[in-house]
């Protein structure tokens, strides 16, 4: 990471991938016991396509494995049982070129190309095997199902700006009227769906799930198995809230579901958006772990030092890049200028185009720039002050994102101000923001660099969990 790189506070744990399997562009762990999506019942909205195997990009060596000079694809690595892949015949060692006549010059390829599909579209792969050009035609196979051990997991959908967002509802044995929970994740546009069994995320559903409560997530709009809406990087945050609200309303209308007893626990920036749904939609208690409650200004120019410091850089660049950055933030998040204003400046250009991604249209930090001036400008204490719940505030110690415990205590503290003794704070002193216990900030962002997701995964502190289904339990 470039020092002072402002690297945004929600950002949800990674999608571990062992053998990168491309589900759709997007790499998701697999469920060894997953089932295909045509075994269950019919379901409102049909499976995205998935091409089922594990890929890497082409390189001279590897062209030469293949038996070809000069061609451009993806090499195949694994075939995964059940996919597109094998069913049209795809080998290891294979080369695809093409899909539906979509060339395929590298990975960053296949997303596009495969954007649209849904399982039983036609589909024609172009490969090479040994050198010699083949075609295979058939039909896309669905994503795989989720299973959950303590609970059947059903595929669902919640209307949506003229269209239809995914719904997962993990929905426990049982009879009559249930306890629930709405999940709310960080702020990456990255599927709900897939998760391998050791995702932290997973691990939070499956332990209320477990507790005998139905579980929702909502697709974020533009993902998953979501048809008609518009692209996640494209909506703002009051979007976002109210794409979550559908959820959290679907859930209250489960017919199993007691619409008294239903809870929200948010991850990150999940810890803006549950409150805000909260403060006009009631419900039994809201759970946030590692979140902020300051003003978006504030915590971009905190962490832009906390966090490049970690990263160790040569100590006058960095503090350099820091100042330089404040201005540019005061700029956009307190004047109000546009980007394309600000970027008339070449060093402004600069900063914005490496330091905050900016595409040079719309977007920054991977969303729509005005999600973040959003953040910066709602009243976020004052929707923790209209909640009017029980809330339970978790913070991890060793987190290098969602840094602040004073933040913590302040929502708090608060919760307490206007409705004393409702709300909790609960320290993890060795974990982190994606629920590992690292014992420190550097060696969680050591390891987050190095991109050692298994290892943090590994890591997940099962205390956390435990400890939200214990406060619900009490409440």
């Not at 744990?13 to 999506?37: K, Y």
């Not at 303590?150 to 009227?177: K, T, W």
């Not at 009051?238 to 309303?249: I, K, Y």
Request: hydrophobic residues 40%; neutral net charge.
């Amino acid at each position: 990471m470039a020092a002072c790189r402002a690297p945004v506070l929600v950002h949800e744990p990674p999608i571990m991938v062992r053998h990168l399997f491309i589900l759709l562009a997007l790499h998701l762990g697999v469920h060894a016991s997953a089932q295909q999506a045509d075994a269950r019942t019919p379901d409102p909205l049909r499976r995205k396509g998935w091409l089922g195997l594990g890929f890497t990009p082409l390189t001279d060596s590897l062209r030469a494995v293949a038996g070809c000079k000069a061609c451009n694809g993806v090499f195949v690595e694994e075939v995964v049982p059940s996919g597109t892949a094998e069913a049209l015949g795809l080998r290891a060692g294979d080369v695809v070129q093409a899909i539906n006549g979509g060339a395929i010059a590298g990975p960053e390829s296949l997303g596009p190309v495969l954007a649209g599909t849904r399982a039983g579209d036609p589909v024609t792969l172009t490969y090479l095997r040994a050198g010699a050009e083949r075609k295979a035609r058939g039909r896309m196979k669905g994503r795989i199902l989720e299973t959950d051990p303590h609970a059947e997991v059903i595929y669902d959908a919640v209307p949506f700006r003229g269209g239809r967002l995914r719904a997962i509802i993990n929905r426990p044995p049982g009879q009559g009227r249930m306890k629930a929970m709405l999940f709310i994740p960080g702020y990456t546009c990255s599927s709900q769906d897939g998760w391998s069994a050791d995702h932290p995320y997973a691990r939070i559903v499956h332990a209320f799930s477990k507790a005998g409560y139905v579980v929702l997530r909502v697709e974020k709009t533009g993902l998953g198995d979501s048809e008609g809406t518009p692209a996640c990087e494209d909506c703002d945050l009051h979007g976002e809230v109210e794409s979550f609200t559908a959820g959290l309303r679907k859930l209250k209308s489960l017919p199993y579901v007691d619409s008294t007893q239903v809870f929200i626990f948010g991850h990150s920036m999940g810890g803006v958006v549950g409150p805000m749904i909260a403060a006009t939609e009631r419900v039994k208690g809201l759970m946030v772990y590692g979140t902020t409650a300051k003003s978006w200004y504030e915590y971009q120019m905190e962490m832009n030092r906390l966090q490049g410091m970690l990263a160790k850089p040569d100590p006058m660049t960095f503090e350099a890049d820091c100042r330089a950055q404040a201005a540019l933030a005061y700029e956009y998040y307190i004047r109000k200028r546009s980007l394309a204003d600000i970027a008339t400046d070449p060093r402004s250009d600069t900063l914005l185009r490496s330091y905050w991604e900016w595409d040079g249209g719309q977007r920054i930090f991977s969303r729509n720039h005005e999600y973040w001036r959003q953040i910066q400008d709602v009243d976020l204490l004052g929707a923790w002050r209209d909640a009017a719940t029980r809330v339970l505030v978790l913070f991890g110690g060793t987190d290098f994102q969602a840094f602040s415990r004073a933040d913590h205590e302040q929502i708090v503290y608060t919760v307490n101000h206007h409705a004393p003794g409702t709300a909790t704070l609960q320290v993890f002193p060795g974990t982190d923001h994606f629920m590992a216990v690292t014992g420190t900030m550097q060696e969680s962002y050591d390891l987050f660099m190095r991109g050692d997701i298994p290892k943090l995964f590994e890591l997940f502190d099962h205390e956390v969990p435990k400890a939200a289904v214990q406060w619900a339990e009490a409440q």
